[in-house]
């Protein structure tokens, strides 16, 4: 019921809807927002290069907010709340010491696993990466990430592989 709701709220409001979901987030899956996007675009409902700058500008807003949040209240938080729901110091350090390493690649591939997009990017802010390194690598991965799902909505659509009976219901 939420799904087609969401996926409503783009058909009827386009750009915009994109633009907000992917920056809020939503309970759906990013994948199944974008995919139908594509599909959008197929039908011609959407254009092709408007459609991909919501996305990536609404999945910048949104990863910037979390990677904000993380390097102003991250800390405050995890001391806080973190025993409750067993993040230690000892887990801390570690998430510090991967993002001093090999973080900037997580953050551009990390975008490939659903559920760990906000949180790799409030690890990012939490950890004092700077700044240029997140969003180099994070708005990358992000356009690399939302454009193959878009496009992947797309194409399948085209060769007659998705959408087909669920687009009559929410359509």
Not at 23 to 40: I, N, Q, R
Not at 50 to 65: N, Q
Not at 112 to 130: E, M, Q, Y
Not at 157 to 163: D, K, L, P, R, Y
């Amino acid at each position: 019921m939420l799904t087609e709701t969401i996926l409503r709220w783009i058909t009827e409001y386009g750009y915009l809807a994109i633009f907000v979901l992917m920056t809020l987030g939503t309970p759906m899956p990013d994948e199944g927002l974008l995919a139908f996007a594509g599909y959008l675009v197929y039908e011609g409902r959407l254009q092709l290069f408007p459609t991909m700058a919501a996305a990536f500008l609404g999945s910048v807003c949104g990863i910037t907010i979390s990677y904000g949040l993380g390097r102003s209240v991250g800390n405050y938080l995890v001391t806080k709340f973190g025993p409750a729901v067993q993040i230690t110091e000892d887990k801390v350090t570690r998430v510090h010491t991967w993002f001093d390493r090999v973080g900037k690649w997580g953050l551009l591939f990390g975008y490939l696993l659903p559920g760990v997009r906000h949180l790799i990017a409030f690890g990012a802010g939490t950890s004092k990466l700077p700044l240029s390194v997140f969003a180099l690598f994070a708005y990358t991965g992000w356009f690399i990430w939302s454009v193959t799902i878009i496009s992947a909505g797309y194409f399948l659509v085209a060769n007659g592989h998705w959408f087909s009976e669920r687009s009559a219901l929410i359509l």
